[in-house]
C-alpha cells in the first residue's frame, strides 16, 4: 500500500550517495525508536478506522464523534496487543489528530503523578490509567493566560465540612481551552485561588468531579461547553476545548501541599516543554518532506524546445527557502535529543535532592521550545508557499498540517514571553553573567574572526565562535541600555525587544552547538556522517545569513566575510541537490498516511491522485449545483424581481 | 447597531490627539470615496442575506449555496438600486467572500473588455453584463501555473468548418483553478496553444460555452466540476474553483487577435496587480485594527497589589510587533493610490499609442504585488499570534482573514516568480541600470550617511538616500557577481535569491519614497499630518531594523547609526501608544459587520461576546456529546471489548 508499483521518485532516488537505512537509525535516535516507530505508523496506517482522507469534510460533530471512535479503537488495540506506555504513545502519536485523550495521557495523567502526594495518587492514578474517568488540566481563563498568578478561580476552604468550595467569581474568571474539558472530561484538575478566611494563599491545583460517571450529565452547579471552532478545516477541531463554569464543592484538593516541592512543578513544566520541541522536529521534517518531494515532480520554465521544463527542486530560489528548512528539522530533531537526556539527568539529580541543574534546564528549555515552535510554524507555512497552489489544497496535507501545529506557539508557554523570560532569568542570569566575568576574548568587539576564505565557512570552530561572540555581544549590549535607564526594572521593559532578539541568539547557538557535538560522535553509513555536515554547515550558514545584521552590528563578521559566507551557502545547495535530496527526507520514514499528502506521496504519483481527490468533493456529487434552481436560473434568466432569496 | 451602548474602549478613544474624521478621508483616498464606501458598508451589514457570523460552520455545499445566494441577492440590490459600475465593485467588497461572481466581474469581464476586438465585444459584452452569461477565465492547468508559454491545452483550427477544437490531450493539461469553473459558469476565457496544421502559433483566448443555458448541464465534450477543498473553514470553499477537460468545438475565439496590441494584455494584468496592492492595505488594516483594539482590552501580568494587569498594547514586544503592521497598512495604501494613478496615466498614454511607460509601471506594479501581499499574509498570521490564544478562535476573524487571504501571493503572478522577474527585466534594466550610469555617488560603497543624532533619523532626506544607496549597491553587488559566472544566463539562475533580496529593497524604496511624497501634500485635519509623520518614520525604521544586514553589509549605515536609529523607534512606539492607537484603527472605518471579529469589536466588549459566540457551536446542541453510548461509555465502563466500534 505504501510502496506502488510505479515510483515517480526512483530516478531521483538512484542518485543517491548516502546509505539512507543509517540515516534512519541515526534520524529515529537508535535502532529501538527507529523499530518502535516503523512498526507503529505502519500499524496505524493499515486500520481503516484511522484513515484521515475525509476529515476537512466533516462538520464539526462527527469530527468528534470520529475522534471518539478513533480513541476507543486505539485504547482497545493498545490493550489486546498489551503495549507497553512508551509504546503506546508512539501509536497514539502516528494517529494524528489532537483530541480529548492526549489532554488525558499528557496533562491529567502526568500532573497526578508529578504533583500529588501519594495518597492522592494511590486513589487516582488506578482509576486514570484504566480509563475509568477521563481527565484535563483545566488552568486557563477566559481572561488569563499566561500570567498564573492572576487566575481568578477561587477555592475558598471550609475548615467545618474539611471541604473546597470552587467557584468562578466573574465571567473572565470562566476556565477556557483546557483540552478535552468541554465534552469529554468526566473530571479536571481546576487551578484556583485558594482562600483561608480572609487570606489569600495563592495559586493551587484541585481534582473536580465534572460529569456523573452514570451518564455523563454535568454535575450540578457545573456549567461546561465547547468554546467553538477554531482555525482550519479539520486542524484542532477534533479537540474539544472547553469552557468551564464552577460553583462546585470538592473535598479532592489540593495539589503542591508541602511535601510535594515546588520544583517538580518546574520539572513538569520542562518535561512537557521538551516533548514539544521533539514535536517540532517531526512537524517541520514532514513539511519539509511534502515540499521536497513534490518539488522534485513539479517542473516549471526553461524548457526552450517543447521538452521537459525544470524540475522546481533546481531551481536556487527554491533550495534557498527548502534546503534551510530541511537542515532546521535535523537541527531541532538533534538539540531536542540533548534536552531529553538532560530532563533524564535532572530528574535523577533531583531524586537526591539536587537542583542545581534546575534553573538553567528550565531556561534552556523554556527558550528553546519558543525557538522550535515558532520556526517550524512559519517552516510549515514556507511549505505550503514552496508547492505553489496546490499546496493550498487540503488533499495537499499542509492546510492540515498548519492549523494543527500553531498553537503550539501559544500554548505551554507563549513563545515572546518565554524569549524575555529567557533573556531576563535563568541562563541569562545564572549561566551568562558569571562567564561574562571570565573576560572572555569573545566578548572584546575588537575581536574578529579569521573567515577569510570560502572553507573556512566549514570549520566548526569558526562558526561556534562567531555564535558565541554574536550572542553575548547582543546580550552585553542590551545591559549597556538597560544600565543607561533609570531603573533595571523600566530597562527591562523598555528594551523587551531587544532582550528577547538576543535570547533568540541565544538558543541558536544552543543549536548550532548540539548539531556540532552530534557530529563529533561515531555516526555510521556509507556517506551519512558527510550527509549531515553538509546539513549542520546549511543551518549554520542560513542563520548567518537571515540574521547578518545581528553578526554585523556586532562586528563578529564583516560585510566580506558575510558575502564569503553567501557563496559557500550556496554551493552546499548543489551538493543536496545534485545527489541526495530525496534522501534526506526518506529517511524521517513518514508513512503516506502519516504525511497525510497527495504532493508528498512516496510514489511521487502526484496528478492523477489530485484529480481523484478533487472528484470526492461535497459539491461534484451533482453535475448541477444545489441551489441552481432557487439562485443561479432566475438569475440568468432575468428572474431576480419574483425570486424569494 | 454598530455603536453599542456601553463603550469599553471609550477611554481611549478620548485620549486622540488627532482629527479621526479627516484621517478617515486620508485613508479613504478622497471625500467621495469615503462616502461611497461607508454607505455601501452600512448597507451590507444591515442586510441579514449577508450575515457572516456562521460561515465556519458551514459544509462545502451549504457554503457554495450560500455563496449563490448572496450573488443573486446582492445582483437585485444593484440593479434595484440602480448602483453605477463603481459603487457595485465596492458593495460586493463588502460582501467579504471570494465567490464566482467576483470572478465573473474581476476576470471575465475586463479580460472581454481589454482584450476582444469590436465584434467580440458587441456580441458577448451585454450578454456577461445582465449576468445572462457567467464566465471565468481559466488559463491554470493542473501541471502549469506561472509559464504561461508551457500551457498543453490545445485549439486545433479547422479551415474547413471554420471551427477550433479545443482539447486536453494530457491529464496534466487540465484546467485547474480557476474561480466560478467548477460550479457556477457558463462559458470561459479558455487559455489554449493554437495549432493550424502542423505549426504552433503559441497561446490565446478562446471563448468556450461550457454549460446549457436551459438547465446548466456541462455540454457534450465537456468534463467539469470543483477541484475540492481548500485552506480554511470558510476561507475561499465558497468559491468554486473548477477544474475543466475538453474536447470541444467552438466557433468563439481567438483572442489577441492582430488588431489587439500585445501591450494591452500587460496593461491588463497591470490594472490586476494594482487592485492587488490597493487590496492588500485592507486586508493589512483590518487584521491591525482586531489586534490593536483587543491589545487594548487584554491584561496581563504588571498587577503587584491585585489591581488591573498591564495593557497588552503598553507592552514595548507588542509595540514591537503591532504598530510596523499598521504603519505598513498606511504605507501601502499610498502607494496602491500612486499605483493607480500611475496605471490611469498608462491607459491615457496607450490610447495616443505611447508605450514608453508601459515596462517600468509593469515592473513596478509586479514588485509592490509581491512585497504588499507577502507582507500583508504574514502580518495576517503575525496579528492572530498577537491576540494569542484567542487569535485561534474562528470568532476571533482572524483564521478566516488569513486562509482568504494568502491565495494573494500565489494568484497574478507567484511573489518569487515576480520578484526574480522584476530583478532581471523592467525597472531594473530599464530604469536602474540606465541611472547607473549617471555616477551617482550613493552607489559608491565609501559614501556613508549623517545620522549623527536620534532625530537625524525623522528626516526624510536622510532615510530616502540610504534606502536608495541600500538598494543601488545591492544591485551593483549582484551585478558583480554575475559577472564572474561562466555567463549571464547561469548567473542570473546562480544568483536568483540575491536578486530577489534586491528586488525587495528596490520596491521597499518605492513604498517608503511614496510615503514621504504624501507628506509633501496638504493634509487638512487637526494633528493628522504629524500623526502620519510618525507612521512614515515607524514604517522607515522598522524597515532598517528588520534588514539591517542589508544596510550595515552595503555600508549605508554603521552599526552605531542602527542603534541610534532602533532607539528613535522606540520613542515613536511611545508616541504611538500614548495617545492616538485606537483612532489610528478608528480611521479604517471599518464595520464590524467587515472585520467579523469579536476581538476587534468597535466597542470592545469582547469576553461577553467570546463566551455567547462558544454556545452557538454544534458541539453544544446536547449536554451529553453525540457518539457517548457508542464510544465513551464503554470505554469508562471497560465494555470495549464488547463495542462495535
Redesign the interface.
Known amino acids: 500500500m505504501e510502496r506502488a508499483s510505479v515510483d515517480h521518485l526512483a530516478h531521483e532516488r538512484n542518485k543517491a550517495q548516502f546509505d539512507v537505512e543509517a540515516m534512519k537509525i541515526v534520524w529515529a535516535g537508535s535502532k529501538h525508536a527507529f523499530d518502535v516507530s516503523n512498526r507503529m505508523a505502519r500499524l496505524v496506517a493499515s486500520d481503516p478506522?484511522f484513515d484521515k482522507g475525509d476529515r476537512?469534510?466533516l462538520?464539526?460533530?462527527e469530527l468528534?464523534?470520529e475522534a471518539?471512535?478513533k480513541?476507543?479503537?486505539g485504547?482497545?488495540l493498545i490493550?489486546e496487543l498489551r503495549l507497553s506506555d512508551e509504546v503506546a504513545s508512539r501509536f497514539r502519536s502516528f494517529i494524528d489528530e489532537p483530541s480529548f485523550i492526549d489532554a488525558h495521557w499528557e496533562m491529567f495523567v502526568p500532573t497526578i503523578k508529578g504533583q500529588c502526594n501519594e495518597e492522592q495518587k494511590q486513589k487516582w492514578l488506578p482509576l486514570a490509567n484504566?480509563?475509568?474517568?477521563?481527565g484535563c488540566y483545566a488552568q486557563?481563563e477566559?481572561?488569563?493566560?499566561?500570567?498564573v498568578r492572576?487566575l481568578e478561580t477561587t477555592a475558598t476552604f471550609d475548615p467545618i465540612s474539611d471541604e473546597f468550595v470552587i467557584n468562578s467569581p466573574t465571567?473572565?474568571s470562566?476556565k477556557w481551552?483546557p483540552g478535552g474539558l468541554?465534552?469529554?472530561s468526566?473530571h479536571a484538575i481546576v487551578f484556583a485561588r485558594l482562600k483561608l478566611g480572609t487570606q489569600d494563599h495563592g495559586v493551587h491545583g484541585f481534582i473536580v468531579q465534572l460529569r456523573s460517571?452514570d451518564?455523563?450529565?454535568?454535575l450540578p452547579g457545573i456549567t461546561?461547553?465547547?468554546?467553538?471552532?477554531?482555525?482550519?478545516?479539520g486542524g484542532?477541531n477534533a479537540m474539544?476545548n472547553g469552557?468551564l463554569r464552577l460553583s462546585q464543592v470538592t473535598r479532592e484538593g489540593k495539589f503542591l501541599e508541602s511535601n510535594v516541592p515546588r520544583q517538580l512543578v518546574y520539572s513538569a513544566m520542562i518535561y512537557v516543554r521538551q516533548t514539544i520541541v521533539s514535536d517540532a522536529s517531526i512537524a517541520l521534517s514532514r513539511a519539509a518532506c511534502i515540499a521536497t518531494r513534490y518539488s522534485a515532480i513539479r517542473?516549471?520554465?526553461g524548457?526552450h524546445d517543447g521538452g521537459l521544463?525544470t524540475q522546481l527542486i533546481d531551481?536556487?530560489?527554491q533550495q534557498?527557502?527548502l534546503f534551510p528548512l530541511l537542515a532546521s528539522a535535523y537541527a531541532f530533531r538533534f538539540v531536542g535529543e540533548w534536552l531529553k537526556l538532560l530532563y533524564t539527568d535532572l530528574t535523577r539529580r533531583i531524586l537526591s535532592n539536587d537542583f542545581s541543574t534546575l534553573p538553567e534546564t528550565h531556561s534552556c528549555t523554556a527558550g528553546l521550545k519558543s525557538l522550535t515552535t515558532s520556526i517550524t510554524a512559519g517552516a510549515i507555512?514556507e511549505c505550503?508557499?514552496l508547492c505553489?497552489?496546490h499546496g493550498?489544497?487540503?488533499?495537499s496535507g499542509l492546510?492540515q498540517l498548519?492549523?494543527a501545529y500553531?498553537?503550539a506557539?501559544?500554548?505551554e508557554g507563549?513563545?515572546?514571553v518565554m524569549l524575555?523570560q529567557v533573556s531576563r532569568e535563568g541562563r541569562f542570569s545564572a549561566g551568562f553573567w558569571k562567564t561574562l566575568h571570565r573576560n572572555n576574548s569573545l566578548y572584546e568587539a575588537s575581536k574578529t574572526f579569521d573567515a577569510l576564505y570560502l572553507q573556512d565557512w566549514l570549520k566548526p570552530c569558526v562558526s561556534m565562535e562567531v555564535f558565541e561572540a554574536r550572542s553575548m555581544r547582543m546580550l552585553i549590549?542590551c545591559a549597556q541600555n538597560i544600565s543607561k535607564m533609570p531603573n533595571q526594572e523600566e530597562g527591562f521593559?523598555?528594551?523587551?525587544?531587544?532582550l528577547?532578539e538576543a535570547a533568540t541568539a541565544h538558543c541558536q547557538l544552543i543549536v548550532v552547538s548540539k548539531f556540532i557535538e552530534k557530529l563529533r560522535e561515531n555516526i555510521p553509513g556509507e556517506g551519512v556522517k558527510d550527509q549531515l555536515e553538509v546539513l549542520c554547515n546549511i543551518y549554520i550558514l542560513s542563520l548567518i545569513?537571515k540574521?547578518?545584521?545581528?553578526?554585523?552590528?556586532?562586528?563578529c563578521i564583516t560585510?566580506k566575510q558575510?558575502?564569503l559566507a553567501?557563496d559557500q551557502l550556496?554551493r552546499l545547495y548543489t551538493q543536496v541537490s545534485s545527489s541526495k535530496r530525496n534522501h534526506l527526507v526518506d529517511a524521517f520514514n513518514h508513512t503516506d498516511h502519516y504525511l497525510g499528502s497527495v504532493l508528498g506521496r512516496y510514489d511521487g504519483n502526484v496528478?492523477?491522485k489530485?484529480?481523484e481527490?478533487?472528484?470526492?468533493?461535497?459539491?461534484?456529487?451533482s453535475?448541477?449545483?444545489?441551489?441552481?434552481t432557487?439562485?443561479?436560473?432566475?438569475?440568468?434568466k432575468?428572474q431576480?424581481?419574483n425570486?424569494r432569496?
Open positions: 478506522v476537512h469534510l462538520g464539526r460533530k468528534f464523534k471518539m471512535r480513541a476507543a479503537h485504547w482497545r490493550n484504566k480509563l475509568q474517568i477521563i486557563t477566559l481572561g488569563h493566560g499566561s500570567n492572576g465571567l473572565t470562566t481551552w468541554g465534552k469529554a468526566t460517571l451518564d455523563h450529565v454535568p461546561i461547553g465547547d468554546i467553538g471552532m477554531k482555525f482550519g478545516n484542532y474539544d469552557f517542473r516549471q520554465f524548457s521544463e531551481y536556487k530560489t534557498s527557502r507555512d505550503r508557499k505553489g497552489g493550498y489544497l487540503c488533499s492546510p498548519f492549523a500553531v498553537p506557539c501559544t500554548y507563549e513563545n515572546y524575555v549590549a521593559a523598555e528594551l523587551s525587544s531587544d528577547a545569513h540574521h547578518k545584521g545581528d553578526f554585523l552590528s556586532t562586528r560585510p558575510a558575502s553567501n550556496r496528478y492523477p489530485l484529480y481527490e478533487a472528484w470526492r468533493d461535497p459539491l461534484n456529487d453535475v448541477v449545483p444545489d441551489g441552481y432557487e439562485y443561479l436560473r432566475p438569475m440568468l432575468q431576480l424581481h425570486a432569496l
